[in-house]
């Protein structure tokens, strides 16, 4: 998983960083100018490179928290590993023993979200910048039936703070991109990212603390050919599974303990794998900023712009461009004069 590039910070002054001092120059004392002007300089372009650092070490501490937190769940799985083995070789199964294990286990990835501070969500996919997500999807919302038939318009209300409702227009030959990006442009200023999955499927992703108020919340109004006029109707929200489901690990008798026991090494080979994307996003990082001590603020720039570039015109795969879609809502041109004018 690539590390996110470190963002510009406005703090470092156009004045420094072409090496001009502001204050007034005397004829009389030119060297020692010149000297202040490099000083001012070298101190900007150090900040600057501090604060990219620091940013990258806090990706680095959200890896380590959930480095951590997967090393727990796999301690506790290889002793409950360990134990179901041992009783299947047993004449009688040890319930009680089994279930607390059990428990134990349950408690601590239902904590999931707390203890590593949203960065690894319940398929144990990692991210770094903490804002783990829940997929799901919406029944009657499939890519195939929204793409053909009658042009219809969906007007959709997800009762999120601060926002109306969030129309879509399907129907009528509109090819997936389109409808993708549709949903995306309406459905982003409440915080619901949609996208195609490998089959083709409509999915949908929000953050997992907003997925019960939107369970309860989203609904629908149609034009009466897919969904029907007047009155919004509630939309039923299915769940994608989570990577690891303790509640279906049975331990009453010795057919439900090896039943359970196959889960628990499915279960430590998925930990195995996002334990890996972990230590590589983090070695990622770590090179990010060995990279950033050997270079000026404006070699940095350069480079940024230069890999932006070189990334945002490799594909034209429309999931590409939908990653990026997110962190450039609502960046108009005035927006970006008006921060370009505090400098």
Same mark, same amino acid.
């Given at each position: 998983?690539?590390?996110?590039?470190?963002?510009?910070?406005?703090?470092?002054?156009l004045?420094s960083s072409?090496?001009?001092?502001?204050?007034?120059?005397?004829?009389?004392?030119?060297?020692?100018?010149?000297? *202040?002007?490099? =000083?001012?300089?070298? #101190?900007?372009?150090?900040l600057?490179?501090?604060?990219?650092?620091?940013? *990258?070490?806090?990706?680095?501490?959200?890896?380590?928290?959930?480095?951590?937190?997967?090393?727990?769940?796999?301690?506790?799985?290889i002793d409950l590993?360990?134990?179901?083995?041992?009783?299947?070789?047993?004449?009688?199964v040890?319930?009680?023993?089994?279930?607390? #294990?059990?428990?134990?286990?349950?408690?601590l990835?239902?904590?999931?979200?707390?203890?590593?501070?949203?960065?690894?969500?319940?398929?144990?996919?990692?991210?770094?910048?903490q804002?783990?997500?829940e =997929?799901?999807?919406?029944r009657g919302?499939?890519?195939?039936? *929204?793409?053909?038939?009658?042009?219809e318009?969906l007007?959709?209300?997800?009762?999120?703070r601060?926002?109306?409702?969030?129309? =879509?227009?399907?129907g009528?030959?509109?090819?997936?991109e389109?409808? $993708?990006?549709q949903?995306n442009r309406a459905?982003a200023?409440s915080?619901?990212?949609?996208e195609a999955?490998?089959?083709?499927?409509?999915?949908?992703?929000v953050a997992?603390?907003? *997925?019960?108020?939107?369970q309860? #919340?989203?609904?629908?109004?149609g034009?009466? &050919?897919?969904?029907?006029?007047?009155?919004?109707?509630?939309?039923k929200?299915?769940?994608?599974?989570?990577?690891?489901?303790?509640?279906?690990?049975?331990?009453?008798?010795?057919?439900?303990?090896?039943?359970?026991?196959?889960?628990?090494?499915m279960?430590?080979?998925? $930990?195995e794998?996002?334990?890996a994307? &972990?230590?590589?996003a983090m070695?990622?990082?770590?090179?990010? &900023?060995?990279? $950033?001590?050997?270079?000026?603020?404006?070699?940095?720039?350069q480079?940024?712009?230069?890999d932006?570039?070189?990334?945002?015109?490799?594909?034209?795969?429309?999931?590409f461009?939908?990653?990026?879609?997110?962190?450039?809502?609502?960046?108009?041109?005035?927006?970006?004069?008006?921060?370009?004018a505090?400098?």
């Open positions: 998983m690539a590390a996110p590039l470190p963002r510009l910070d406005s703090s470092h002054k004045g072409l090496g001009i001092n502001s204050r007034p120059v005397t004829a009389a004392a030119p060297a020692a100018s010149g000297e *202040l002007a490099a =000083v001012r300089e070298q #101190k900007g372009e150090r600057g490179v501090w604060r990219y650092s620091t940013q *990258l070490n806090e990706q680095l501490t959200a890896g380590q928290r959930a480095l951590d937190y997967v090393d727990q769940l796999s301690g506790q799985l590993k360990l134990k179901l083995s041992q009783e299947l070789g047993q004449r009688r040890d319930r009680d023993d089994l279930s607390a #294990k059990v428990a134990d286990f349950s408690a990835w239902t904590a999931r979200s707390q203890r590593t501070g949203g960065s690894v969500d319940g398929r144990l996919k990692f991210h770094l910048s804002d783990a997500k =997929v799901f999807r919406i919302l499939e890519l195939e039936s *929204l793409s053909s038939g009658q042009a318009t007007t959709f209300y997800t009762g999120a601060g926002t109306g409702p969030a129309s =879509v227009a399907v009528g030959g509109i090819s997936s389109n409808l $993708l990006r949903f459905l200023p915080g619901i990212r949609t999955d490998q089959g083709g499927a409509l999915t949908f992703s997992e603390e907003a *997925l019960v108020s939107l309860s #919340k989203l609904a629908i109004r034009g009466g &050919i897919r969904f029907p006029a007047g009155q919004a109707n509630r939309l929200i299915e769940s994608e599974a989570v990577a690891i489901s303790p509640a279906s690990w049975g331990v009453d008798d010795h057919a439900s303990v090896r039943q359970s026991l196959q889960k628990v090494v279960a430590l080979e998925q $930990l794998q996002t334990r994307a &972990i230590s590589s070695g990622e990082a770590k090179l990010a &900023i060995e990279q $950033l001590s050997t270079m000026d603020e404006s070699q940095w720039a480079s940024f712009v230069g932006f570039n070189g990334r945002f015109n490799q594909s034209s795969d429309y999931r461009f939908s990653d990026i879609a997110p962190a450039l809502m609502g960046m108009t041109r005035y927006r970006v004069l008006s921060l370009l505090l400098r």
